[in-house]
């Protein structure tokens, strides 16, 4: 078993967590990832707040173990989806891009608040707004990473920073927990892996098509959701790369999200010029693209279309090679990193 200040902070028994993925990262799997002695965070980016209370209400009938819950702190009904997840007493509210108002309020009932940061510096204006641990995201990593890979990321932090560090981006085995370890991490988050577990809700035709993709099989680019971000290559992906900017399709987009987060179109305009004056707040042309984002990531995980469907990846797609219970994955992972921390230790000098 590996002890480190990850597994006291959260109380929990395998330093490895579960990535907050829209509409991937569901209670089956959240719940799977806490029995299994990982910490599990829902995402709820994507619902509205009823739905978010009942998700956690689900989290909770499914384990009674501590885990946690994901927001972009800038999208449509977040402060609605934090309120309810301090109402219910989350014990890990964990968040990225924005300012976290929320630090005392969890504080209060004993929580922890994680920030996910990519860019160096902004870690310890994290840590002195109240972060009590970061997750670190490299350039590895599906969707948002930043320019920085993991290798140099997670030491620069290591070194700015005192609080707990979970590092993002490339981590899919016990090799790679080994090796965060030995950066200055605290324990590994792992995302693209996760999603290709028997309890994973995405479709069977892009788990096939992340095992059958090598390291090379990923795109790079803003025009998947508006910012910098990382997908399967699939044709449609491809395409996006050389098409011009999707205004129809922007459109089918918007309209789509706000159904699905059962917004008014009142509340569905308030939240964009929310969005637009955050202090991390993004021009329309990139809301739209969100939009389009999403709508291709949805024909993914439901239809498994991967024709028209996108699916944010990582790189280490290249090393996922099966479909594993979630529990099967975790003692994988930790007997190889306990494996390969026993050879590091019988180096000499």
Same mark, same amino acid.
């Given at each position: 078993?590996? $002890?480190?200040?990850?597994?006291?902070?959260f109380?929990?028994?395998?330093?490895? *967590?579960?990535?907050?993925?829209?509409?991937i990262?569901?209670?089956?799997?959240?719940?799977?990832v806490?029995?299994?002695g990982?910490?599990?965070?829902? #995402?709820i980016?994507r619902c509205?707040?009823?739905?978010t209370?009942?998700n956690?209400?689900q989290?909770?009938d499914?384990?009674?173990k501590?885990?946690?819950?994901?927001?972009?702190?800038i999208?449509?009904g977040?402060?609605?989806n934090?309120?309810v997840?301090?109402e219910e007493?989350v014990p890990?509210?964990?968040?990225?891009?924005?300012k976290?108002?929320f630090?005392?309020?969890?504080?209060?009932y004993?929580?922890k608040v994680v920030?996910?940061?990519? &860019?160096?510096k902004?870690?310890?204006k994290a840590v002195?707004?109240?972060?009590? #641990?970061?997750?670190?995201?490299g350039?590895?990593? #599906?969707?948002?990473?930043?320019?920085a890979t993991?290798?140099?990321l997670i030491?620069l932090? #290591?070194s700015m &920073?005192? &609080?707990p560090?979970?590092a993002a981006?490339?981590?899919?085995?016990?090799r790679?927990l080994?090796?965060?370890?030995?950066?200055?991490?605290?324990?590994i988050?792992?995302?693209s892996?996760?999603? &290709?577990v028997?309890?994973?809700?995405?479709?069977?035709n892009?788990?096939?098509?992340?095992?059958?993709?090598s390291?090379?099989?990923?795109?790079?680019?803003?025009v998947? +959701?508006g910012?910098n971000?990382?997908?399967?290559?699939?044709k449609e992906?491809e395409?996006?790369m050389?098409?011009?900017f999707p205004?129809?399709e922007?459109?089918?987009?918007a309209?789509?999200?706000k $159904?699905? *987060?059962?917004?008014?179109?009142a509340k569905f305009?308030?939240?964009?010029i929310?969005?637009?004056?955050?202090?991390?707040?993004?021009?329309?042309w990139?809301?739209a693209?969100?939009a389009?984002g999403?709508?291709?990531h949805?024909k993914?995980l439901?239809?498994? +279309?991967v024709?028209k469907g996108?699916?944010?990846a990582?790189?280490c797609?290249?090393?996922i090679?099966?479909?594993?219970?979630?529990k099967?994955l975790i003692?994988?992972?930790?007997?190889?990193a306990?494996?390969?921390?026993?050879?590091?230790?019988?180096l000499?000098?």
């Open positions: 078993m590996l $002890k480190t200040r990850m597994t006291e902070l109380g929990i028994r395998h330093p490895i *967590m579960l990535a907050g993925m829209n509409w990262t569901e209670p089956k799997l959240v719940s799977a806490c029995n299994a990982g910490l599990g965070i829902l #995402a980016a509205n707040p009823k739905e209370r009942e956690i209400k989290v909770r499914l384990t009674d501590p885990f946690g819950i994901n927001q972009i702190l999208g449509p977040a402060k609605e934090i309120a997840a301090i007493k890990i509210i964990n968040y990225s891009l924005g976290p108002w630090v005392n309020d969890v504080h209060a004993g929580g920030g996910t940061i990519a &860019v160096a902004h870690a310890a002195q707004l109240g972060c009590d #641990a970061l997750v670190i995201t350039h590895e990593a #599906a969707a948002h990473g930043a320019a993991s290798m140099v030491p932090v #290591a &920073v005192k &609080v560090l979970i981006g490339g981590f899919y085995d016990g790679g080994a090796a965060a370890l030995a950066l200055g991490a605290d324990g988050s792992m995302g892996r996760f999603m &290709v028997k309890e994973s809700m995405v479709h069977d892009f788990k096939k098509l992340c095992i059958d993709a390291e090379q099989d990923t795109l790079y680019s803003h998947f +959701d910012m971000g990382r997908v399967l290559k699939t992906a395409a996006m050389k098409r011009s205004i129809i922007a459109f089918q987009g309209l789509l999200v $159904k699905l *987060m059962n917004l008014s179109f305009l308030g939240a964009t929310e969005m637009l004056r955050a202090e991390e707040g993004h021009p329309l990139v809301l693209r969100q389009v999403n709508m291709k949805l993914a439901n239809e498994g +279309d024709e996108i699916l944010f990582g790189q797609c290249g090393g090679t099966d479909i594993p219970t979630t099967e003692d994988r992972v930790i007997a190889e306990e494996t390969t921390l026993s050879k590091l230790n019988t000499k000098a």
